[in-house]
């Protein structure tokens, strides 16, 4: 008997550890499932041991706490948690139950999506949003009406003087959540380890305008005072003016609600947000009245969850993969792990700086999550590895041997080879593009037969393939006509000007502008490739980011043998006259951030035009902007300026800097 009794006391102290830094500090260490489990052993010891069942139990608490810091609210009618089914056969007994309890033949049910989000109450007086608030504890919520108010799904005035009280989930949709983290990577601020916990961030921050940053969305499912049946309230709600998923049944048999189930786990990955299961409930509120509720559960609904999209395991080791742009990306070999139906071998790290905010070593064990990515992502390391190792970026590519170079304004190494094997197909459509070698038939599906086909390994090869027609006619839908024309467009690749040549080059950093600057100053392949950087900063428009990445790949001996190879082809290695008219150079070696919704042009035509005059355009605000372009809804980035005091101009002032 002790030894079940110490057992409920640590399963109680470990589930409060867990919750709050689920529900308070949103700084989850475990998954969902696993949580889940904690709470099943616990319900399974107390339902033994009802004597030692007590007031303070996690078992007998709704949800997580309140938070210090908002005022507080006394909801009329508690938001109660919904009991769960992990199973087809656990929710055939909640149907069974329920029957005994009715014993009324047929029964309609709705089934809809659980959102994966944060509950939240609002309450309308004379069709006037007067209130929001949090979940709290069930009984007791925040008062976050300010927050509310900054999203733009919530109406701040319904279609109708109504008094009344409605319940839904605010959340955030996965594009929008992926923003989120990159936009905190670049302040250097913490990821948040899911949507869930990102929706309750964000509706907890004491600043308004930080809320408004966040494209928090939500969906009404609930209306007090409840009508006759909960279809009929989804239907009103939508007719008030609330955003309601669309994707929600009435389902005339318990054999229907199995069908939606299972037919949305297959499906959960069409959709923009995330969601964990099915919320059932019966559709007759008289029906749900006469059912009545437990202490912390209408017995009317029930949660079926969906298999977990977290887990927990250990990383055996951290490779490097070669993208087709020569980017070294880091992944995580993991102990594999059932998630989401199937086995996790892999997950991504994106890059060295994302391994060291993780302060991931080899043997650390880490939480994974799956949402619409197919390779999971680790989310953090839960548990250090008292021998772990840790990981060393690779000096040399993994793929050809070639040296690798890490520009200091980026996060990833690049392979500086342009005959990789693992980028070869993006170098020869680069090569192709109608402002480089201008090789019009050359497009995806061609380069992929002729690369898969072994015709080819470098750009130069393209050049010796008329000396054996015949290999193409082999390839499918290449008649002699379509070999005809390739070969004459590769043919007529030789007479474009040298400009055009170094732009097909592929040097990082060196778009159209840049190669005729390039070919401009110094007229040959010769006179490029014999520059040293400190001469290459010393031209007009090249700043020592872009003289770095050229001398860096001109010295690369697999890239100047290729050179030596296009220029036994015939191809164009020296221009005549002088370089080019550029306008004036009036951003010249400023960085410019543009944020905002721009009118008068794209946000690709600023940025040639800002390039064009000698600036370049930065991607995050810091001491050293020289200005930001801020259009309209300019988010965080104007914030930042204001904080820093870097200027800020709007388009007519830009437009007015370009004369």
């Not at 830094?21 to 107390?46: G, H, S």
């Not at 908002?70 to 089914?85: G, K």
């Not at 609904?301 to 020569?326: C, E």
């Not at 200091?408 to 109608?434: G, N």
């Amino acid at each position: 008997m002790n030894g079940a009794r110490e057992r409920i006391e640590r399963l109680r102290t470990e589930i409060r550890q867990h919750e709050r830094r689920y529900y308070v500090d949103n700084d989850p260490t475990i998954a969902d499932e696993e949580f889940d489990l904690l709470m099943q052993q616990l319900r399974a010891l107390e339902s033994e041991h009802p004597e030692w069942l007590t007031p303070d139990s996690p078992t007998q608490r709704v949800g997580g706490q309140a938070t210090d810091g908002f005022p507080s609210h006394v909801f009329s009618e508690p938001m109660l948690s919904l009991d769960n089914a992990y199973s087809v056969e656990e929710l055939g007994e909640w149907n069974d139950r329920l029957r005994a309890r009715l014993d009324d033949g047929d029964i309609d049910y709705v089934a809809e999506l659980k959102i994966d989000g944060a509950s939240i109450h609002l309450i309308y007086d004379a069709g006037i949003l007067s209130h929001g608030i949090t979940r709290g504890d069930g009984r007791v919520g925040d008062v976050v009406t300010s927050n509310v108010r900054t999203i733009r799904s919530v109406p701040l005035r319904l279609t109708a003087d109504d008094t009344v009280e409605v319940r839904g989930e605010m959340f955030l949709g996965i594009d929008a959540f992926r923003r989120l983290n990159e936009e905190r990577d670049a302040r250097e601020l913490p990821r948040f380890a899911n949507p869930r916990n990102a929706a309750a961030g964000s509706l907890h921050q004491v600043d308004p305008a930080m809320v408004r940053e966040r494209p928090l969305d939500f969906f009404a499912y609930t209306l007090l005072p409840r009508g006759e049946r909960q279809s009929r309230d989804l239907e009103r709600l939508h007719g008030l003016g609330f955003k309601v998923n669309p994707n929600w049944s009435v389902c005339g048999s318990f054999d229907d609600v199995v069908e939606f189930c299972r037919d949305w786990e297959t499906r959960r990955d069409t959709l923009d947000y995330e969601i964990d299961g099915v919320v059932v409930k019966v559709d007759s509120v008289d029906l749900q009245e006469r059912l009545g509720r437990t202490s912390k559960a209408p017995r009317w609904a029930i949660a079926f969850k969906f298999k977990a999209r977290q887990a927990t395991t250990s990383v055996l080791d951290i490779q490097v993969q070669v993208g087709r742009t020569g980017a070294l990306t880091p992944k995580a070999a993991l102990e594999p792990v059932p998630l989401g139906g199937v086995t996790i071998r892999n997950a991504t790290l994106h890059n060295e700086d994302e391994i060291d905010r993780l302060g991931l070593r080899i043997g650390d064990r880490v939480l994974i999550e799956r949402g619409g990515d197919v390779i999971p992502k680790i989310v953090k390391v839960v548990e250090s590895a008292p021998d772990g190792r840790p990981f060393q970026a690779p000096t040399a590519c993994p793929v050809c041997g070639s040296a690798v170079f890490r520009a200091e304004d980026e996060v990833v190494r690049r392979c500086l080879s342009q005959t990789c094997p693992a980028r070869i197909k993006e170098a020869f459509l680069h090569w192709a593009q109608r402002k480089a070698m201008n090789i019009g038939g050359l497009g995806e599906r061609r380069v992929e037969q002729l690369v898969e086909g072994g015709l080819v390994s470098d750009v130069s090869d393209l050049y010796t393939l008329s000396g054996n027609p015949e290999r193409l006619t082999a390839l499918e839908r290449m008649g002699d006509k379509s070999v005809e024309n390739l070969l004459a467009e590769i043919d007529a690749s030789r007479a474009v000007p040298f400009e055009q040549l170094v732009h097909g080059l592929g040097i990082r950093h060196v778009g159209e502008r840049t190669a005729q600057v390039l070919a401009g100053h110094f007229h040959s392949m010769k006179r490029l490739m014999a520059a040293e950087t400190a001469e290459l900063e010393q031209v007009d428009e090249i700043g020592p980011v872009v003289a770095e990445t050229v001398s860096r790949f001109l010295r690369e001996p697999r890239n100047r043998a290729l050179i030596d190879r296009l220029d036994a082809a015939g191809l164009p290695m020296a221009s005549e006259g002088p370089a080019p008219d550029r306008p004036n150079q009036v951003f010249a070696g400023q960085r410019i951030v543009v944020t905002g919704t721009l009118g008068a042009w794209t946000r690709g035509e600023v940025k040639a035009m800002i390039e064009a005059r000698g600036g370049r355009v930065a991607s995050s605000v810091s001491g050293r902007t020289a200005f930001v372009l801020a259009g309209a809804d300019p988010g965080s980035k104007l914030a930042k300026a204001e904080k820093l005091g870097v200027r800020i101009v709007d388009e007519a002032a830009f437009g007015d800097m370009l004369v």
